[in-house]
């Protein structure tokens, strides 16, 4: 199989689905009982239960898939949907709550490409995009163990690097798996 740029790897080394904060569910169920009463007081009861289980799922299905997915496979970070491949990510430093703060606040970089839930994750990541022609300088994104994304990254990176290593001179578009 070739692998070219703008494919992801075959063997996932990490992934964290971080979803949106106890609260909005809580936001979520408390609009949808309050649009289920409205109906079932204008409609019957029937109408109500329906109007509230049918409300219920959209708003389970639409909350599951605003999570964000951080995925990192031998040839790419994602975040969401963006992805960065391996050999353009330079420094990786994992930030505590209190340097999370700082970075997405005072320190923060306007070009800086950011992917934050502060709300129920206050630790984050910032990784270093090395790529000239890229706009963003780093990435700073959420995650719930910055020690342990920042080690399956640098693992990551390690291997896509041994494996560029290996390769022929001039197959620098594509390489066998």
Same mark, same amino acid.
């Given at each position: @199989?070739?692998?070219?740029?703008?494919?992801?790897?075959?063997?996932?080394?990490?992934?964290?689905?971080?979803?949106?904060?106890?609260?909005?569910?809580? +936001?979520? +169920?408390?609009?949808?009982?309050?649009?289920?009463?409205?109906?079932?007081? +204008?409609?019957?009861?029937?109408?109500?239960?329906?109007?509230?289980?049918?409300?219920?799922?959209?708003?389970?299905?639409?909350? %599951?898939?605003?999570?964000?997915?951080? #995925?990192?496979?031998?040839?790419?970070?994602?975040?969401?949907?963006?992805?960065?491949? =391996?050999?353009?990510?330079?420094?990786?430093?994992?930030?505590?709550?209190? =340097?999370?703060?700082?970075?997405?606040?005072?320190?923060?970089?306007?070009?800086?490409?950011?992917?934050?839930? %502060?709300?129920?994750?206050?630790?984050?990541?910032?990784?270093?995009? %090395?790529?000239?022609?890229?706009?963003?300088?780093?990435? =700073?994104?959420?995650?719930?163990?910055?020690?342990?994304?920042?080690?399956?990254?640098?693992?990551?990176?390690?291997?896509? @690097?041994?494996? #560029?290593?290996?390769?022929?001179?001039?197959?620098?578009?594509?390489?066998?798996?």
């Amino acid at each position: @199989m070739q692998w070219q740029e703008g494919q992801d790897g075959n063997q996932q080394i990490y992934r964290e689905r971080i979803g949106p904060a106890w609260w909005i569910w809580l +936001a979520a +169920a408390g609009f949808v009982g309050t649009v289920a009463i409205a109906y079932g007081f +204008a409609f019957g009861p029937r109408a109500g239960w329906l109007v509230a289980f049918a409300g219920g799922l959209l708003a389970a299905a639409l909350l %599951t898939v605003a999570a964000t997915v951080v #995925r990192i496979d031998e040839r790419v970070l994602r975040v969401g949907r963006a992805r960065l491949p =391996l050999h353009w990510v330079g420094r990786i430093v994992p930030l505590d709550e209190e =340097l999370s703060t700082e970075a997405r606040s005072t320190r923060l970089d306007p070009a800086a490409f950011l992917s934050l839930r %502060t709300s129920g994750c206050s630790t984050s990541i910032m990784v270093e995009v %090395t790529d000239p022609d890229d706009p963003h300088p780093y990435w =700073l994104f959420s995650t719930r163990d910055p020690e342990k994304v920042a080690s399956a990254l640098r693992q990551a990176v390690e291997v896509d @690097m041994a494996v #560029r290593s290996a390769q022929p001179e001039g197959n620098e578009e594509s390489e066998d798996l």
